[in-house]
């Protein structure tokens, strides 16, 4: 709803933090908020409030479309992999000189217990795969990055994606489309009936999809853990989106 005199936030979501800050943002007299999101899945859980999908052409696209829309802060609350957006965001909030903050998801952390083989990019992800002994491996970090593994072809995946992967994709392969949240008990019973050796994921944190880890942890599953990618220098985050919400009513 517009109101009088109301704070416009553009939050770039795509994330469960960026539906629940529109959620804040929306119930809040006084604010006026639209979600942004890239547009990579056909059937996107929409925020409330307004919302926009696609690209703006870069960050100087961001920044006319922030000036345009007389936007007043800019909160980045993409995935902790989506790492061009976040580039963007911060280039964009210093052209325009808008307050900007991050909501940055805390990564997971082994357990004592775990033996994470970390690596620093899904390409090196495969790369691990591919010296080791071929086996079977749940890939869950994503149909954008799945024609990483295609040249595997002594593995068998179970690739699990919310649409199909449109690049290439390992030859053998079963295709499971799903978007979550799991259960320690559905994590379990995937692995274990697919006898699955290695689990193959992005550092991404959170608790909607963190059950895996445990399923694998108990079962002995190896991880095979990518890593994120750095962060744009100079933006401020926050953990959560309450924690965003609180900062931005702070901005009066
Ligand atoms: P990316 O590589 O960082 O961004 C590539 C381009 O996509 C950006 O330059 C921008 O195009 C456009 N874009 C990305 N996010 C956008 C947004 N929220 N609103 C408008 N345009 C956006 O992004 P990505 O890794 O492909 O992720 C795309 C979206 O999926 C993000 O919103 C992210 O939160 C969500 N997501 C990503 C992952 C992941 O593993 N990467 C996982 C779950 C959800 P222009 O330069 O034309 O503006």
Same mark, same amino acid.
């Given at each position: 709803m517009t109101r009088p005199e109301s704070i416009k936030v553009l939050v770039l979501g795509g994330t469960a933090e960026g539906r629940e800050l529109a959620g804040l943002l929306d119930a809040e007299p006084g604010y006026e908020v639209e979600s942004s999101l890239?547009?990579? #899945?056909?059937?996107p859980r929409l925020p409330p409030g307004r919302s926009r999908i696609g690209g703006f052409g870069g960050a100087d696209g961001l920044a006319d479309y922030v000036r345009s829309e007389g936007i007043r802060a800019l909160v980045d609350?993409?995935?902790?992999?989506?790492a061009t957006i976040s580039r963007n965001v911060a280039e964009a909030a210093g052209a325009c000189d808008v307050p900007v903050v991050a909501v940055v998801r805390p990564p997971w952390q082994p357990d004592p217990a775990d033996t994470w083989e970390r690596v620093p990019s899904v390409a090196a992800a495969a790369a691990e795969l591919d010296a080791r002994t071929a086996g079977r491996a749940l890939l869950t970090?994503?149909?954008?990055? #799945?024609?990483?593994?295609?040249? !595997?072809?002594?593995w068998w995946f179970v690739i699990r994606v919310v649409d199909p992967p449109s690049k290439g994709m390992p030859r053998r392969h079963a295709l499971l489309l799903d978007r979550g949240p799991y259960t320690l008990d559905g994590e379990t019973d995937l692995l274990s009936r697919n006898r699955i050796d290695v689990l193959v994921t992005k550092n991404?944190?959170?608790? !909607? #999809?963190?059950?895996k880890l445990t399923a694998a942890r108990e079962l002995g599953v190896d991880v095979v853990m990518v890593d994120r990618p750095p962060r744009p220098d100079g933006v401020r985050s926050v953990a959560t989106a309450a924690e965003a919400f609180t900062w931005l009513r702070a901005l009066g």
């Open positions: 890239a547009g990579r #899945v056909t059937n609350a993409t995935h902790p992999f989506a970090t994503g149909r954008q990055d #799945v024609h990483e593994f295609a040249h !595997l072809n002594a991404s944190g959170g608790d !909607l #999809v963190s059950a």
